[in-house]
């Protein structure tokens, strides 16, 4: 088996010799900085919800919390 290293990339936390030695050590596979839009939790549990409660308001009513936590347990 081999070793899965995962670390954050955002530009002011990465050393260029901290990089330089694992990139020597390791292979990586890409992985873009923490967004929002892209975070991997949002590919496939949230994206339904996500959709459930556009335009929504932020106070959710009794039948929408329901729904939310059916939809996360499904």
């Known amino acids: 088996k081999g070793v ?3 670390y ?3 530009r002011p936390h990465v050393a260029n ?3 330089g030695k694992l990139k020597n050590l390791w292979e990586f596979p890409p992985h873009r900085p923490y ?3 892209v975070a991997p939790s ?3 549990l949230f994206k339904n ?3 459930l ?4 308001n932020s106070t959710m009513t009794r039948q929408q919390t329901l729904q939310s936590i059916n939809l996360v347990n499904t």
Request: hydrophobic residues 25%.
């Open 4 to 6: 899965n290293l995962q």
């Open 8 to 10: 954050d990339n955002a």
């Open 17 to 19: 010799v901290t990089s």
């Open 35 to 37: 967004s929002p839009d």
């Open 42 to 44: 949002d590919y496939y």
């Open 49 to 51: 919800l996500t959709n």
């Open 53 to 56: 409660l556009r335009g929504k």
